[in-house]
């Protein structure tokens, strides 16, 4: 990947971050920490990856994103935003009573969300439905499903992974969030499922472990996934949760609360300085 490539990209990172914060703070509520831990694979997956049209949301032929962890909407919303799928002004309007961007994605309301989730776990199952589905049809699209390493102690989780490697889904992308971190504190301590590679490798899958906030790394990561065949592929994504903003990373705190406005403007002039940094450097 060229560095203008990079950089671009970053600079859709950083736009990811910065309507996270914008929006929950907006709602006063929301979870940035998780949000903010994905922005690189939310930039990648929406500008670089998957065939999408944001003046066609509904194109039957699109690539299709789940978000499994779906609590992290903020960064889903603002990526979607900043892609053209809607304004980027109605961000702060997240969980609002009368607004179309809801706590958790609705398929319904949001224009380019692909699925409504919500419940931990139903989402990746949605996702391998819907690849199953792709290969009957005979389509030519792939699914891709966010995950976060506390979802992934749910049950239903590993009952979609042994369906997935079942019927050789090579056209579903599974990514996992791994920053060790969920709302009652680190996941080693809560409910410890590493080694997830090892366990990932045994159910069939195609496993690649990256730094989820390199792009080289992603680059290479998803080149595995399209260049494998007979069985899904798994992204491990090793980040830092509130990547970005000083005072949230690797903080469990902000797993599900919204900075005030004293948080608020602390946060956006640190990202407002890593934009112009980033704008300056072409």
């Not at 950083?14 to 309507?19: A, D």
């Not at 962890?69 to 961000?91: I, N």
């Not at 949760?241 to 900075?259: C, I, L, R, T």
């Amino acid at each position: 990947m060229t560095n203008e490539a990079k950089r671009q990209l970053a600079i859709a990172a950083c736009q990811v971050r910065m309507g996270v914060v914008t929006a929950t703070h907006g709602a006063k509520a929301g979870h940035p920490g998780g949000s903010l831990s994905a922005a690189e694979v939310f930039a990648y997956l929406y500008n670089r990856e998957m065939r999408i049209d944001p003046k066609n949301p509904k194109w039957e032929d699109r690539d299709r994103f789940v978000l499994s962890k779906g609590h992290t909407a903020p960064g889903l919303y603002a990526a979607l935003a900043y892609r053209g799928f809607f304004p980027v002004e109605d961000l702060p309007t997240l969980r609002h009573i009368d607004s179309y961007l809801q706590g958790h994605p609705n398929m319904n309301t949001a224009p380019g969300v692909d699925m409504s989730t919500g419940s931990l776990g139903q989402g990746v199952s949605c996702a391998a439905g819907m690849a199953k589905a792709a290969k009957y049809l005979g389509k030519d699209v792939n699914v891709y499903t966010l995950l976060g390493d506390g979802e992934i102690a749910e049950g239903e989780v590993w009952e979609a992974f042994l369906f997935a490697a079942h019927y050789k889904l090579d056209n579903l992308c599974v990514i996992i969030d791994l920053n060790g971190l969920q709302i009652d504190g680190a996941t080693k301590d809560v409910m410890n499922t590493a080694p997830v590679d090892a366990k990932l490798e045994a159910f069939g899958f195609n496993v690649v472990s990256v730094d989820g906030h390199d792009f080289d790394a992603l680059e290479g990561a998803f080149a595995s996934f399209h260049g494998c065949q007979g069985k899904p592929t798994a992204i491990l994504m090793h980040t830092t949760k509130g990547k970005g903003v000083s005072y949230m990373e690797n903080q469990v705190g902000w797993h599900g609360k919204a900075p005030n406005d004293a948080e608020y403007k602390i946060a956006m002039d640190e990202l407002n300085a890593a934009m112009a940094e980033l704008e300056a450097a072409q």
